[in-house]
């Protein structure tokens, strides 16, 4: 259906691009398209465990269903500096026992926001993104779960939270 975000033919991408990828492929049902916004040392990784399952794209979602939407948004991010970059690159080789030769990074706090009948669920994901080369992937092991909380149960618990603690300020 689509294809991935590590394409070595493709001419250089926005840092913003794997995780765009990354919203398509999930609402598409496409795993490869999923796991090629990855580096491929963590896809493989990840297809080669335990847990792994074919349709582990549908199960992403807290129920599928075929009307659904899915949506991000970058709400932060930050240019890695050199020694950052060298710390990932040492902490890759660490946990995918290979090499990789990172150009930029980038640091993003991203929302995920799923649409599905009349509920609205969010989800936000700390990602980093690598470029390689001319490629930009998201970095370290597939992402193989989200926390989608209804937006009604976020208002709920922060309505709770709220009147817990003015209950708590209240007695000091």
């Not at 250089?12 to 040392?41: H, I, W």
């Not at 990840?46 to 399952?53: A, D, H, I, L, T």
Request: charged share 30%.
């Amino acid at each position: 259906m689509l294809s991935g975000c590590g394409s070595e033919n493709k001419p250089s991408m926005n840092y913003e691009q794997p995780v765009k990828t990354l919203a398509l492929t999930m609402e598409g049902y496409d795993e490869r398209g999923y796991l090629d916004c990855f580096t491929t040392p963590a896809a493989e990784e990840f297809v080669s465990s335990n847990g792994y399952n074919e349709d582990f794209v549908r199960y992403l979602y807290p129920e599928s269903s075929n009307s659904q939407k899915l949506s991000v948004s970058i709400l932060s991010h930050e240019e890695l500096d050199e020694r950052a970059v060298g710390e990932l690159e040492q902490q890759y080789r660490k946990q995918f026992r290979r090499r990789i030769d990172i150009t930029k990074a980038v640091k993003m706090s991203v929302r995920f926001k799923l649409y599905q009948k009349d509920v609205k669920r969010t989800d936000i994901k700390d990602i980093t993104v690598v470029r390689v080369e001319n490629a930009w992937y998201i970095y370290g092991g597939v992402i193989n779960d989200f926390n989608f909380t209804s937006d009604d149960d976020a208002t709920l618990s922060k309505t709770i939270s709220d009147a817990l603690d003015g209950v708590a300020g209240s007695k000091q």
